[in-house]
Antibody
Framework: EVQLVESGGGLVQPGRSLKLSCAAS????????MAWVRQAPTKGLEWVAS????????YYRDSVKGRFTISRDNAKSSLYLQMDSLRSEDTATYYC?????WGQGVMVTVSS | DIQMTQSPSLLSASVGDRVTINCKAS??????LNWYQQKLGEAPKLLIY???NLQTGIPSRFSGSGSGTDYTLTISSLQPEDFGTYFC?????????FGSGTKLEIK
């Protein structure tokens, strides 16, 4: 069974950092591009970042470019999102996804 | 950036109805269009990928069509469990973008 389990969310002050993790199982992790998608409370879905099979290519939406870093460890079947210089508008549930499979999401709240 | 304009934003229909949801891209997305269903408090679920491919385990009453800039999700006979919000998603070019969603209510 495919599983994606996010962790690392929480309440953080503006300007601080947080690192999200996603543990994957039930499929060959290195065969998939991976992505982070977020959803602010009561809002729609917003793509955040993607990473290629081997991590050699990364892609970001403009609003997080230079602040967020997506990475992966294929040996550990894990995906990461390092979030720096957090802003209130980054408050959302963050999902780890292959596109076809999604984690349950982890909540990030940026507030003083 | 490719803008995805989804319509309608709210849809109320009865069990057994045929329902269509539309998505228009601001430029050609070469059929790289997925449809997701999301229920309150849950992660999105992939229904259709690359315009017209039914994801494994999804009922055949769901279908997708389209090309170029115009795409449609059709539910042939609405069931009570089909309530939720539907999103289109283009993965033709970066940045990837979602439609704003269609909330489907069952009358």
């Amino acid at each position: 069974e495919v599983q994606l389990v996010e962790s690392g969310g929480g309440l953080v002050q503006p300007g601080r950092s947080l690192k999200l993790s996603c543990a994957a199982s039930g499929f060959t992790f290195s065969d998939y591009y991976m992505a982070w998608v977020r959803q602010a409370p009561t809002k729609g879905l917003e793509w955040v970042a993607s990473i290629s099979y081997d991590g050699g290519s990364t892609y970001y939406r403009d609003s997080v470019k230079g602040r967020f870093t997506i990475s992966r460890d294929n040996a550990k079947s894990s995906l990461y999102l390092q979030m720096d210089s957090l802003r209130s508008e980054d408050t959302a549930t963050y999902y780890c996804t292959t596109g076809g499979n999604w984690g349950q999401g982890v909540m990030v709240t940026v507030s003083s | 950036d490719i803008q995805m304009t989804q319509s309608p934003s709210l849809l109320s229909a009865s069990v057994g109805d045929r329902v269509t949801i539309n998505c228009k891209a601001s430029q050609n997305i070469n059929k790289y269009l997925n449809w997701y269903q999301q229920k309150l408090g849950e992660a999105p679920k992939l229904l259709i990928y690359n315009t017209n491919n039914l994801q494994t385990g999804i009922p055949s009453r769901f279908s997708g069509s389209g090309s170029g800039t115009d795409y449609t999700l059709t539910i042939s006979s609405l069931q009570p469990e089909d309530f939720g919000t539907y999103f289109c998603f283009q993965h033709n070019s970066w940045p990837l973008t979602f439609g704003s969603g269609t909330k489907l209510e069952i009358k």
